[in-house]
C-alpha cells in the first residue's frame, strides 16, 4: 500500500537548481535507507546518490560536489539538492527507498521525475 510521491523536475537552464522530493504515501511508513537513480533515453539506469540508515552517503563522480541528498522523517520524505546543472544531468530520476511499518521492511520506487538542463 506504500506509494512514493515524486516531484521537484522540471526545465531549467545550464547552472541553476532544483530539488528533488520524494515522499512515501503513509504516516507509519518510516524510512532507513534511500537512494537516487536517472535515466535518460537509450541510456542504462544510472546510480546517482545513496544514503543508508548509518548516515552514510555516496555519490556518482559525474555528480560529486553538486547533488546533496537530505532526509525530513517526520515527513517521511527525502530530498535530491542539485545545483550547478548540466545538460548531461538531464534525465528521468527515480527514488528508491527501503522502510519499515515496524513489523518488515520493504523496498519501493518511485515513478519517476523528469529533469530537463536547457537553454
Known amino acids: 500500500q506504500v506509494q512514493l510521491v515524486e516531484s521537484g523536475g522540471g526545465l531549467v537552464q545550464p547552472g541553476g537548481s532544483l530539488r528533488l522530493s520524494c515522499a512515501a504515501s503513509?504516516?507509519?511508513?518510516?524510512?532507513?535507507?534511500m537512494a537516487w537513480y536517472r535515466q535518460a533515453p537509450g541510456k542504462q539506469r544510472e546510480l546517482v546518490a545513496t544514503?543508508?540508515?548509518?548516515?552514510?552517503?555516496n555519490y556518482a563522480d559525474s555528480v560529486k560536489g553538486r547533488f546533496t541528498l537530505s532526509r525530513d522523517n517526520a515527513k517521511n520524505t527525502v530530498y535530491l539538492q542539485m545545483i550547478s546543472l548540466k545538460p548531461e544531468d538531464t534525465a528521468v530520476y527515480y527514488c528508491?527507498?527501503?522502510?519499515?511499518?515496524?513489523?518488515?521492511?520493504?523496498?519501493?520506487w518511485g515513478q519517476g521525475t523528469q529533469v530537463t538542463v536547457s537553454s
Open positions: 528508491k527507498v527501503s522502510g519499515t511499518n515496524g513489523i518488515t521492511v520493504n523496498e519501493y
Open positions: 503513509g504516516s507509519a511508513f518510516r524510512i532507513n535507507t
Open positions: 544514503f543508508t540508515s548509518g548516515g552514510s552517503t
